[in-house]
């Protein structure tokens, strides 16, 4: 009996299969792309809105995990004079943000990546792995680890290491190119926030070395002053206050320069020490302020202003001269009558108008009876859009009206810090004088 074999023709396929296929594969591939540039544009907008460096690590942590897919990564800083390393964020690391390594506890191969500025794959078995990277690697149950080095001009900032614990992967190009690519944002954004602090640290310092180390004694009245410093992020203003004697009368001046940073530093430091040089030579506010306005407008570049109460204060009669230019308007407060009356004037900032003459004004200050100036920062300190305003400044002066100077001054800040829930968006100076 002859058999017969059956053959099977190969099964064809439908051309609608190919291009469903194809279809699907790149809208896969769209996806993907889309997903990659949105984490990389998470990553450029991290850098230009914040400069807290502890929030900048923790979040391109996340974006790490996020662009690589990678169960873990830790972002060490390298601090050259110590010679070590510090975790400064993790994601999954399972050790604490802080953890401090010596030069010696990480190998030769991870200073052969800060030297020559690639990402490097090291494999635990690699037979030329330094004893003291594979100690490093066993410590961290890691077996194949990318460590990028995060690079700001010729500073070496630290590294990002990410694997997925106890278990290899094998690094492709794509993902070293796109963990190197974010590791290059996360360096500018780290350098950023250091050179933010380095100019924030000189500002301040200049700035409080403008504030008066010893307040004169005024005869018959207490003076309390306070300076305090926003939060970070609206850096460090031109606020400032002066007080000083001369020949029995004092001195009392207070002002704010448009501008942050070091150039409000340093033209507040012009304006007072300006100041200070007429009124010695002619103690007057109207005379003092008019000189200093024709001085700024000669020395100064014409976009910068600067609102000021000038004011001399004679102990003997309770009268005070003042003059104000653009400033928020000071408070008179009356024990007798518990009510505040703002000095109101109508004068320009400085250098608004070129040859201003300054208008003087006289008002006595009873027994008892007190003066507040202060800078925008105390009526313009916010809760959400609500401004901390006028009203809320004299009920917190009625209420610590029976205080000393500088314990109803230190009230007034307090009270602007709780209404601002703690953040305050501008510098803030005050003087208190109270007459007793």
């Known amino acids: 009996m002859r058999c017969l074999s059956v053959t099977h023709a190969p099964e064809k396929r439908h051309p609608q299969t190919d291009v469903e296929e194809e279809q699907s594969r790149r809208e896969k591939q769209l996806a ?88 490097t794959v090291i494999d635990i078995d690699d037979p030329n792995l330094s004893p003291a990277t594979r ?42 190119e796109l963990a190197s690519g974010l590791a290059k944002q996360a360096a500018v954004a780290i350098e950023n926030s250091r050179l933010y602090k380095a100019q924030l640290n000189i500002a301040d310092s200049l700035q409080r070395s403008m504030l008066p180390t010893r307040i004169p004694t005024i005869p018959g009245a207490e003076i309390g002053v306070v300076y305090s410093s926003a939060t970070e992020e609206a850096k460090v203003g031109g606020d400032f206050y002066d007080i000083f ?29 300006a100041m200070r040089a007429h009124l010695y030579l002619n103690p007057t506010p109207s005379y003092a302020v008019t000189q200093v306005n024709k001085f700024v407008r000669r020395q100064v570049n014409h976009a910068v202003f600067i609102t000021a109460f000038c004011s001399i204060f004679d102990p003997a009669t309770g009268v005070l001269n003042f003059v104000n230019a653009g400033h928020p308007y000071p408070c008179l407060l009356d024990k007798v009558v518990n009510k505040c009356t703002f000095l ?22 009873g027994t008892d009876n007190l003066f507040v100036a202060y800078t925008d920062g105390v009526l313009e300190a916010r809760s959400d859009a609500e401004l901390f305003g006028e009203e809320r400044l004299e009920e917190t002066l009625l209420a610590f009206v029976d205080e000393p100077a500088q314990k109803l001054a230190d009230a007034i800040i307090d009270a602007c810090l709780k209404f601002s829930k703690g953040r305050l968006t501008d510098d803030i100076a005050l003087l208190v004088m109270k007459r007793v």
Do not use: W
């Open 32 to 119: 993907e792309t889309i997903r990659i540039a949105n984490v990389l544009l998470e990553a450029a907008n991290i850098i230009g809105s914040t400069l807290d460096t502890d929030l900048v690590l923790e979040r391109f942590s996340e974006l790490v995990a996020e662009i690589t897919n990678l169960e873990r990564n830790i972002i060490f800083l390298y601090d050259p004079l110590e010679h070590s390393h510090k975790i400064a964020a993790e994601y999954n690391g399972g050790i604490a943000i802080g953890t401090s390594f010596s030069g010696e506890e990480f190998g030769e191969e991870f200073f052969d990546i800060y030297r020559s500025g690639r990402a």
């Open 135 to 176: 100690r490093t690697m066993d410590s961290f149950n890691a077996k194949t680890g990318l460590f990028v080095p995060l690079v700001a001009g010729e500073r070496i900032l630290g590294s990002i290491g990410m694997d997925n614990p106890g278990r290899r992967h094998e690094f492709n190009q794509r993902e070293i």
């Open 245 to 273: 004697d001369l020949e029995g009368k004092f001195a009392l001046i207070i002002g704010d320069v448009s501008g942050k940073g070091i150039e409000a530093a340093s033209y507040t430091s012009m304006v007072k020490y």
């Open 344 to 365: 109101t004037t109508n004068d320009p900032a400085i250098s608004i108008i070129a040859d201003y003459e300054y208008h003087e004004k006289e008002v006595t200050i």
